[in-house]
């Protein structure tokens, strides 16, 4: 406060004046905030010192001037300098006599100023100037920071009162006025009666010591009274909005934070999605290279089969030249019988000899036999072997369709639980919605308060439907979230299993093929001993030994002929058997993929039942909110119309007071 001390001598000095010692004094002991000047005359330049400081000034938030015998001048220039001021907010000028100057300069603060919110105006005869305190109080309907004004004996009429009440009717700041001890009159009290109900902030008027009639006054008070009321249910309401909004915002933290939990679960089920399709992946693969190696395990033995195959050709070829050249002999032997006896027994020799070359011939094509049935016995048995991986490989087939009729059933089960959970929401709810039905149609017929009071229910209990509804729709989309995340899980399985199928009809083609390979080469076969028993038939002409050998290659022929047929039916049976499983696992394929369409459906008609019930909720809102402002309106109109009851009953007494002959008897006051 020193700072301010120097600033007002500095100003004071500069004006050619000296600063008032008694300022100065008061300057010295100044409270924080707060200037006291009162009862002390203070000069025209003191008042300019001290408008000048008030405009940028930032300490001062009260300023107490009563009794301080202002001149116009003076008064002029300090509220000129509070124009500007933006920390003052309380303002005490009582008992200065203001005149029209000062009035009008109120009037131009009142104006320009934003944040005096108190003004104290006692004792300063500002009704006798009456364009002044008009023009006053034009400036007064516009402010819209002042809170408190005190007119106290300022010899107000009923012409400055009826300015008052043009400029209550467009304040709506102002919250209390005191008016005693003026000359308002009945007309006054009137026009400010008038003004009241369209004024709803002002709720303490003081009209005592104004000559104004006892209804009049009570009037005045019934509407102080309401606007009491609307004050404090206005607070109340502010309250409540503020705590409801709090819970609004914890909820609204509490429902972040369980969307972040659920979001972190749904990764980590992604994740360990993730995790077991690529562990089914790699177990895949593995079966897939399994099966390959078979596969050329299976080409190989073919190869060496087929090996096989052409070195027995080849030793039934060598068997047919033999039998050739024995019809040969026979044939010669025939023809040269009748001509060439003694030629005969040469004849006969050589034939010993050549059987002899024959037989030896024959016991090595047996060896070759014996060592060509050694490696079919071993191929043979490798067949086997690799038949029971293949049947090893199926089961793991059936077992991994197994798991996934198991998925699809947990998935149905999850399905009806959510819409048994889904059914239960909306029988709560209905149940609630018929709750308040009962509550509303049993209050209908209560007063004012009870209305208001059940209007704050109502209120609450939307907030409460909304919040459910809003738990219900999270609830909705994050089923269906989960149900559409099941359902693309269902459809990779079935394109994996498309995959393993279209895989599976590969190796049927492949297996087809060397089906119908072994088959010519059998046919081959059959040609080769028929044309081998054809010969047989003719060495058994020429030698009788050569014809048992021949019989008894046939026997072994026709033997590896039965063993081959019975062979490729095996094969072809296993080959129908593997086209029936192929078939049932199809069959399999296509009810999940009618089960997957069923699981839609149910989501379709799901979805569709919350979106209907979410609507029927909507349109129940809307009807009590329509409810709500019907009666809101009726209670407005019956508001208004005790109004004008009161009003007509105020002029019909009044009228009836004065034309009474007891008021023409009566001395004037």
Known sequence: MEEFRHCYSRLCRESGAEPQETVLQKLQELPRGRLDLATQSL??????????????????????????????????????????????????????????????????????????????????????WEDAFAAFSR????????????????????????????ALTCNASLQQLDLRWNNIGLLGGRALVNSLPRNRALWRLELAGNNIPGDVLRAVEQAMDRNRERQTTSRENQARAHVLSKEVQHL??????QFLDLMETIDKQRKEMARSSRASAACVEQLQEALNERHSVINALKAK??????????????????????????????????????????????????????????????????????????LERKVRSRQEQLFLARQELSSKTAELKMRASQAE?????????????????????????EHMTRHLEESERTMQERVQRLEASRLSLEEELSRVKAAALS???????????????????????????????????????????????????????????????????????????????????QEKVAEVSRVRVELQEQN?????????????????????????V??????????DRESENASLREKLRLKEAEIARIREEEVQRASFLQNAVLAYVQGSPLRAMSPPK
């Open 305 to 378: 089969l087929q090996m096989a195959e052409a070195a027995r050709a080849l030793s039934e070829q060598k068997a047919q030249s033999l039998g050739e050249l024995l019809a040969a002999a026979e044939q010669e032997q025939q023809s040269l019988a009748q001509k060439q006896a003694k030629e005969h027994r040469l004849e006969q020799q050589e034939a010993a000899e050549r059987e002899s070359k024959l037989l030896r011939d024959l016991s090595a094509a047996n060896e070759k036999n014996l060592l060509l049935r050694n490696q079919v016995d071993e």
């Open 580 to 604: 029936g499983r192929l078939q049932a696992e199809l069959a399999a394929q296509e009810a999940l993929r009618e089960k997957v369409a069923a699981l839609e459906r149910r989501l379709k």
């Open 413 to 437: 089960e999850r399905l009806e639980l959510e819409k048994k959970r889904s059914r239960q929401s909306l029988e709560d709810l209905e149940q609630l919605r018929a709750k308040e039905v």
């Open 43 to 128: 000069t025209v330049d003191t008042c300019r010192a001290l408008g000048k400081l008030l405009q940028k000034e930032a300490l001062l938030t009260e300023l107490i001037l009563s009794d301080c015998m202002l001149s116009e001048e003076g008064a002029t220039l300090l509220l000129q300098g509070l124009c500007a001021n933006t920390i003052v907010r309380f303002l005490d000028l009582k008992g200065n006599n203001l005149q029209a100057a000062g009035t009008e300069a109120l009037g131009l603060l009142l104006r320009q100023n934003k944040s005096i919110q108190s003004l104290t105006l006692e004792w300063n005869n500002l009704g006798t």
């Open 139 to 166: 400036a007064l309907a516009g402010n819209g920071t002042l809170r408190q004004l005190d007119l106290r004996n300022n010899q107000i009429s009923h012409k400055g009162a009826e300015e008052l009440a043009l």
């Open 606 to 615: 799901t979805a569709s039942d919350h979106r209907e019930a979410l609507l």
């Open 252 to 257: 609204q933290e509490e429902k972040s934070r």
């Open 479 to 561: 089923e269906r979230g989960q149900a559409e995340e099941e359902l693309i899980k269902a459809k990779n399985q079935v394109r994996l299993e498309e995959q393993r199928l279209a895989q599976l009809e590969e190796k049927l083609r492949l297996l087809a093929q060397a089906r119908d390979e072994a088959q010519s080469a059998c046919l081959q076969q059959r040609q080769t001993v028929a044309d081998a028993q054809a010969r047989a038939s003719q060495l058994g002409l020429q030698v009788e030994g050569l014809r048992r050998r021949l019989e008894e290659l046939q026997q072994e022929l026709s033997n590896k002929d």
